[in-house]
């Protein structure tokens, strides 16, 4: 039986692939997270030592989404943050290939840095930012490896996505939602990240880059999210508002990450934002 190991099962993209990777054949998907019930499951990247990695064999497959993700928490902590992006992170990758499994990084699009032009998996990195420097940092430490792979993600929307959720919070209560402008990604459906990782799953072989950048056709702000959230629950009002000047020292305010894998290993092209949108917030009209 084949195994898929979740660590980091709690997050969004975690908790979605948890509850909608679907498989023909018989496979044992395990979460694994600081607060699993199952003690065998429980898993804390700052105590990771603690990890009983004897039930990971060379038919398992780890899906490595784990991380302190706030830029602005890795500032303020940066100690803490390296426990668990470097330390704790290259601990459990480290000993899931040592034991023959496969692993698929879930990295940023931050490793780029700030490119209005746009970048792909051949071009050059600049991270800014302690969160983007850990993430590029273990991409190199395992970019040979024939058993790794790194998705690197550009925002993820979903209707669970915190942005996502504050403007349909913000509907609901009839309050006017302040809109960052500008800071503009690609932004990448959630459903394409999971038919990827699906995908690898089943055909390994499916790719033989070592990055994949997970993202949309599109460079979007968050206005253009706030715009395509409203044509489908009108009641939404915003304003644009101008970051606080500290929020650019730690993220880019463009990153414009293409891919030159991504649609093939999808076998098809990455869904616009806008078709998400209305297949993901439809059912809301009658709600709001």
Known sequence: MKKIYIVGSTGLVGTFLLNNLVFESNVDIKALSRRAKNPADQLDLVKVSKFDFNS????????????????????????????????????????????????????????????????????????LGLYANQ????????????????LRLSYVFSSND????YLLSCARLKN?????????????????IREVVQGLVNSWHSTDTKTLNMCGPELLSRKHIADAVKSVVPSLNYKIVSPPAAFFQKRPEYINMGSVYINAVLGKNTLAIADAIKHELDWLNKRF
């Open 56 to 127: 990971i064999t060379e038919d398992a497959v780890v899906v490595f989404c784990a991380a302190m993700s706030s830029p602005d928490e890795c500032e303020n902590d940066p100690v803490q943050s390296n426990k668990i992006n470097i330390l704790g992170t290259r601990y459990f990758i480290e000993n899931s290939l040592d034991r023959g499994a496969k692993v698929i990084f879930l990295s940023s699009d931050t490793v780029y840095g700030s490119s209005v032009a746009e970048v792909n998996e051949l071009s050059s990195l600049n991270p």
């Open 135 to 150: 993430k590029a940092e273990i991409e190199s430490i395992f970019c040979d490896n024939e058993n790794y792979i790194s």
């Open 176 to 192: 006017v939602a302040e809109v960052f402008d500008p800071f503009f990604r690609r932004v990448v459906y959630i459903n394409d």
């Open 162 to 165: 915190k942005y996502t959720k």
